[in-house]
């Protein structure tokens, strides 16, 4: 699973690349399961009234922010109507789970750590690679709403930039159910903006760049089931709302360089129980 020099040259030159049929349909189904046997588990109670108050609003903000080293799992905006309650099921409101499911749980562990995912990784230059997050994406049919243009290092920085975003379908996403688009060659200019934790409790935005994206010049990447898209940290990217009577669950892995420097106000954490690893 090696890349070759032809699509090293792709990637470097677009910051992304589209690897059909990397991940076998089987192996899609089988994540798609443990997913929905997770949700299953899952009782929701106390996160349905999110929003309404100061108090839940600081409550969401802490659950969000100690989900690094966790498996936790959050709501689309619109899930909920004005009284706080779901309007849909669990299964049909939920955005994603995030963001240790790969060091938690053993069969994203698996998934996350296979030899080819690890060679493929290796041979973008990665000596000694960190999967810093992972997140399962659902993307619920008339209801996943989009996800604006952003680059993964404003959530995920380092220093050098060294984060790739690895972004697997396990479904089919075309323009309909809320496929990636992203502006090819955009990984080039810098950074935006920072997502980092505040001092008064909670996480905002620095922003270091207040131009506007040229969203009218996206490419829109329309792949099927077990494709691997790879995204560079600084590629601006973006997902428009699903609204198909279809799901778009897909799963991300972000990996990093482990002798790049992670500063301690990037909004993910972990505990010392919980350290990175790479693929071992
Ligand atoms: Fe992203």
Redesign the pocket.
Known sequence: MKLTAQQLTDYECQGFLVLENFVSAAACDELQSRAAQLVADFEPHGAAAIFSTREQQRKSDDYFLESGDKIRFFFEEQAFDEAGHLRRSKEQSLNKIGHALHDLDPVFDNFSRTPALQELVASLGYAKPLLLQSMYIFKPPNLGGE?TC?Q?ATFLYTEPMSLT?LWFALEDANRDNGCLWALAGGHRSGLKARFVRASAGGAKFIKLDESPWPVNKLTCLEVAKGTLIL?HGLLP?LSYANTSARSRHAYTLHISASDSAYPPENWLQRSAALPWRGFS
């Open positions: 996800v952003h993964d975003g995204l990217h």
